[in-house]
């Protein structure tokens, strides 16, 4: 199968903007729908993004996402970032039927 | 407002059968696909495998061998069984509904289940 390749940590200060890349080894990324879950401390994982860049009710447009076939990767990109966003963020596709999870990216809000 | 929850023994000694349960409240379970994701601890997400309401199932290639999935439309439940269990299998697992382009929402609590003798 295909693994998804991300940062294993990003930080950044309040009211800026942080872009979390998700790459595809093997397979166009644009071939399958990209999800993006947040997952605080102690919680289940929430969905923030899902078919590359719908935003469920409720999350704010702060939170948006793209694919990139040039690069074969996914990104999630979250501005005005508030303490709140501090997280560990994982990117999730498939092929077929078969689901694959990114590694995660821990979020630092500093 | 679709919910999920699961239940089992939080203890399980190597080489046995992990059982879970997942109760879904507030839907049919007789729609949508639904799927089992674990996390070992400080870890990451895997995948194990989802079930249709019909019976039809899909499995991670790398547990294929050990699991079952099963689904009661009855109690609106459905179950995992992963046998012959290392301390490899030590993770909290979580129940989800996996909508038909393959994401997950919502997610259970989650449940810690521990291999050890």
């Known amino acids: 199968n295909f693994m998804l390749t991300q940062p294993h940590s990003v930080s950044e200060s309040p009211g800026k903007t942080v872009t979390i890349s998700c790459t595809r080894s093997r397979g166009s990324i644009a071939n399958n729908y990209v999800q993006w879950y947040q997952q605080r401390p102690g919680s289940s994982p929430t969905t923030v993004i899902y078919e590359d860049n719908q935003r469920p009710s409720g999350v704010p447009d702060r939170f948006s996402g793209s694919i990139d076939s040039s690069s074969n990767s996914a990104s999630l990109t979250i501005s005005g970032l508030k303490t709140e966003d501090e997280a560990d963020y994982y990117c ?19 | 407002q679709v919910q999920l929850q699961e239940s089992g023994p939080g203890l399980v000694k190597p080489s046995e059968t992990l059982s879970l349960t997942c109760t879904v409240s ?4 007789s729609s949508y696909y639904w ?22 199932t899909h499995y991670n290639p790398s547990l294929k061998s050990r699991l079952t999935i099963s689904v009661d439309t009855s109690k609106n ?13 030590t993770a909290i697992y979580y129940c989800a509904r ?4 393959h994401w997950f929402d919502p997610w259970g609590q989650g449940t810690l289940v ?3 003798s």
Do not use: M, N
């Open chain 2, 77 to 89: 439940q459905f179950s995992l069984k992963l046998s012959s269990v290392t301390a490899a299998d």
């Open chain 2, 26 to 29: 507030g839907v049919s379970i």
């Open chain 1, 92 to 110: 999730q596709s498939y092929d077929s039927s078969i689901v694959v999870f990114g590694g995660g990216t821990k979020l630092t809000v500093l």
């Open chain 2, 35 to 56: 799927s089992w994701i674990r996390q070992p601890p400080g870890k990451g997400l895997e995948w194990i495998g989802y079930i249709y309401y019909s019976g039809s």
């Open chain 2, 114 to 116: 521990t291999v050890s």
């Open chain 2, 98 to 101: 996996e909508l038909l382009t």
